[in-house]
């Protein structure tokens, strides 16, 4: 069964202090890894695809990163609209069913 | 983009009721989609998913006969909570696939539905 662990759970951060969020997992093949974000009540948007390791995606203030195991997104200068929560996904082999990790819930202060 | 259209955002109702939550892909033909539940603080759990013009899949603890799911047409899915109760409050989403091979899946709005 696949597996994805994100974290930490929670991150507040100063606005300009960059951090990264972490999402681990485990899967018998991935077809691709995926990160979302979603702010309270809304439903999540697409942020990131990552195929194979080694690959990188970047996109304003966020850079998403794969290795064999985990990947990393990080968050550079954040800014208040950033305050989201994060989350991560992974696609196994045999379908095309998402298995989701927790999230990580950042706070970024002005 | 890919737009997945749900409706409706909030709904209450009383215990013992039916609701239908409808998710509508607006500019592409969604021949996959997927409904989650998610409670708060907590991730999204994938409930099912359906096929146009084929009978969903539940995932394993999900009841088909409480969570009723019509995927009747390429851009139209439907869930119907049937015999609410104050259990089944969550957030409901759904999600469906844009492209084939991996790809990427767009997701609905959400409904919020509280059972009173």
């Known amino acids: 069964e696949d597996q994805v662990t994100q974290s930490p759970e929670a991150l507040r951060l100063q606005e300009g202090e960059s951090s990264s969020l972490n999402c681990s997992y485990t899967v018998s093949g991935l077809r691709g890894l995926f990160w979302y974000r979603q702010d309270p009540g809304k439903g999540p948007e697409f942020l990131f695809t990552l195929y194979s390791a080694g690959e990188e995606k970047e996109k304003e203030r966020l850079k998403a990163t794969l290795t064999k195991k985990e990947s990393f997104l990080h968050i550079t200068a954040p800014k208040p609209e950033d305050s989201a929560t994060y989350l991560c996904a992974v696609q196994g082999p045999h379908d095309y069913k998402l298995s989701f990790g927790a999230g990580t819930t950042v706070t970024v202060r002005a | 983009g890919a737009v997945v259209s749900q409706h409706p955002s909030w709904v209450i109702c009383k215990s013992g009721t039916s609701v239908k939550i409808e998710c509508r892909s607006l500019?592409?033909?969604?021949?996959?989609m997927f409904w989650y539940r998610q409670f708060p603080k907590q991730s999204l759990m994938l409930m099912a998913t359906s096929n146009e013009g084929s009978k969903a899949t539940y995932e394993q603890g999900v009841e088909k006969d409480k969570f009723l799911i019509n995927h009747a047409s390429l851009t139209l899915s439907t869930l119907t909570v049937t015999s609410a109760h104050p259990e089944d409050s969550s957030f409901y989403i759904c999600?469906?696939?844009?492209?084939?091979?991996?790809?990427?899946?767009?997701f609905g709005s959400g409904t919020r539905l509280t059972v009173v």
């Open positions: 500019d592409f033909q969604a021949t996959t």
């Open positions: 999600s469906a696939r844009v492209s084939t091979g991996p790809g990427s899946y767009t």
